[in-house]
């Protein structure tokens, strides 16, 4: 009899505040002493529908108005030293903070 294979885990889709380039979301691959590795990682360079960073988490980003998001870099790395902070997306986030818009 053939062996299961172990489900695959779903990584976590995060917001990143780097103080050297802004806010970054992206699915948390690794977390290594010195750095966190993101996976199809976007840079959002503003966004409008939310006030802070904990809404933009929880509900994404207006998808008509005020809103820029870059394609997705297969892989960012971002120094430990440069993390303000990292919030986890809902998955109403994930979902709106995955589409890029430049408008």
């Known amino acids: ?13 995060v917001i990143i505040r780097s103080t050297k380039t802004g806010l970054l979301c992206g699915y948390l691959a690794e977390e290594l002493p010195t750095k966190l590795v993101l996976h199809e990682a976007r840079q959002i360079w503003r966004f409008g529908g939310a006030e802070t960073v904990t809404g933009l988490a929880a509900h994404g980003a207006s998808l008509t108005e005020r809103t820029r998001i870059d ?33």
């Open 71 to 103: 394609n997705p870099a297969p892989r960012y790395d971002v120094e430990r030293t440069d993390i303000g902070g990292v919030a986890h997306c809902s998955p109403d986030a994930e979902e709106n903070l995955k589409q890029s818009r430049w408008l």
């Open 1 to 13: 009899m053939a062996k299961a294979k172990p489900a695959k885990k779903k990584l976590p889709f």
